[in-house]
């Protein structure tokens, strides 16, 4: 089991920029996927951007603008978002996902408000 604690969302304009923090209770070393969702009131949570040992992968809607990463030292995992706009207003959440033989176990923060002004 993990806990996952989000941080770093607030108030920006348009344009602007702000950086996600994901940090784990424990080791994100055994983690096979971490990824960043968001979700607004009415709507299906979506997938933004994930990163696995093979790599990362980013929504095309956020392509050239968030980058993720993670430190397996500092158990974090970011998300680097610049240029945003008024549409990536949204709760963001971390997730980390653990596959073994007999499946997967997702594990989720408790969200953070990423809003965007125009």
């Known amino acids: 089991q993990v806990q996952l604690v989000e941080s770093g969302g607030g108030l920006v304009q348009a344009g602007g920029s702000l950086r996600l923090s994901c940090v784990a209770s424990?080791?994100?070393?055994?983690?096979?996927?971490m990824g960043w969702y968001r979700q607004v009131p009415g709507k299906q949570r979506e997938l933004v951007a994930l990163?696995?040992?093979?790599?990362?992968n980013l929504a095309d809607s956020v392509k050239g603008r968030f980058t993720i990463s993670r430190d397996n030292a500092k158990n974090t995992m970011y998300l680097i978002m610049n240029n945003l706009k008024p549409e990536d207003t949204a709760v963001y959440f971390c997730?980390?996902?653990?596959?073994?033989?007999?499946?997967?176990?997702?594990?989720w923060g408790q969200g953070t408000q990423v809003t965007v002004s125009s």
């Open positions: 997730n980390a996902r653990f596959i073994s033989g007999i499946g997967m176990r997702d594990y």
């Open positions: 424990k080791s994100i070393f055994t983690i096979n996927a």
């Open positions: 990163v696995t040992s093979d790599g990362t």
